[in-house]
């Protein structure tokens, strides 16, 4: 297989209000699978289908947003190629040894120019997706699919300053494409970028906001458009605040929800969207279609979804 270098966004760690309702959500609620709890309190998430020990680490605290974001990279020989190469971009570095991290290996951690944490890591225990390795057949037990039928952790959107300087450092030094943009119609100005390192729309992506190391939304994915009514159903039914959805997204054409857990950061389910290759162009929006980029089944700009982030 020709997937190198980073793999794909392994974890993400969302500061919350209050650990009982946030809990409540994650879990009960949208059906992810809690792994474990460490001694300073912070809670280990893990969603049906991913072989890893887990992708989302709840930490209660004063104020919600994001610590920080981490990509699975294929193997250790790959940090150390890209070592050199983040320094050179101009990164500060900081080695954090294995174990530090609950099940994980050694990593390496420096800030964006958008202002967000990130973290590269290599290896992560892996407890498998309770289907095992020999003849694993298409589905688990009754029950261990359950909630919003999340699949996986899908991408995050960050919000910040020097969003081109980000991307620049994906696409030069991680290898990332640049598959879509949303610019300034008059003045060209990059609002919004998307960056893929794989064959989805997006692995990650970066919207301008006057402030650094914004968190906009962390993204579920679901297997089916219509797991994502699913979703939607549960949300009404248990009253789970909703910034938008379900609509599809003109920039990556994906079915979406966007809705709120009980500390205010903003969550999605997504399903769909278009193959990306290397070869496919970057496709570009401008805000004389803003509405039509953001929401295209109504064409709404809506005014929250711009404009709301934590951290």
Known sequence: MALRGLLRLGEVAVRVLDMAEAREHYGKRMGLHEVMTDAAGQVYYKAWDE?????????????????YFAFKV???????????????????????????YPKSGRRLQFTLPSGHIMQLYAHKEQTGNSLGVLNPGVLPDEGVIRGFRINRLDHALLGGVDIDESARLFTEVFGFDLSERLIDAEGGQSLALFLT???KPHDIAFVLQPTPGRFHHVSFLLD???????????????RIPVDVGPNRHGVTRGMTIYFFDPSGNRNEVFSGGYVHYPDTPTLTWDTTELGHATFAQDNI????FLTVLTG
Not at 51 to 67: T, Y
Not at 224 to 238: F, M, P, R, T, W
Not at 301 to 304: A, K, L, N, T
Request: hydrophobic share 35%.
């Open 224 to 238: 089916s458009e219509n797991d994502v009514i699913h979703a939607a159903d549960l949300i009404g039914k248990y």
């Open 74 to 100: 294929f193997d250790d020989a790959t940090l150390d190629e890209l070592e050199p190469k983040i320094r050179a971009f101009g990164l500060h570095i900081e080695h954090i040894e294995a174990g530090v």
């Open 51 to 67: 072989h890893d020990h887990h992708c989302l680490v709840l930490r209660e605290a004063d104020s919600s947003g994001l610590d």
């Open 197 to 199: 390192c794989s064959t």
């Open 301 to 304: 700009v809506r005014e929250s």
